[in-house]
């Protein structure tokens, strides 16, 4: 399962909320806010549709992809999480 289509979209939607919270913290500039607001949003679409298209996952973690933000990252700690549990069980199971 290729998950980097994924997990750039999680890194991109992370980074572009913390570009508009210190513009928000600091100087309030309009045209930031103008071409960053909708990095963002394309970004936070694109990790729902890509988790949604996520075969053989559990509708659950699916379901974490709708959460703003953390969503994407949660998903892919899931992920990752079960790859490396079924991999130490095939490990264990070949000794």
Do not use: W
Not at 25 to 31: I, M, N, Q, R, S
């Amino acid at each position: 399962m290729n998950l980097t289509p994924l997990r750039r979209a999680a890194i991109i939607e992370t980074l572009s909320l913390v570009l508009l919270l210190l513009n928000l913290a600091t100087a309030h500039l309009p045209v930031i806010s103008t071409l960053i607001g909708p990095v963002h949003g394309c970004a936070y679409l694109a990790v729902i549709v890509l988790a949604f298209r996520l075969p053989e996952t559990r509708r659950g973690v699916k379901a974490l992809a709708l959460f703003p933000v953390v969503g994407g990252l949660l998903i892919l700690r899931a992920l990752t999480d079960r790859q490396s549990t079924t991999n130490e069980r095939k490990d264990q199971s070949c000794s």
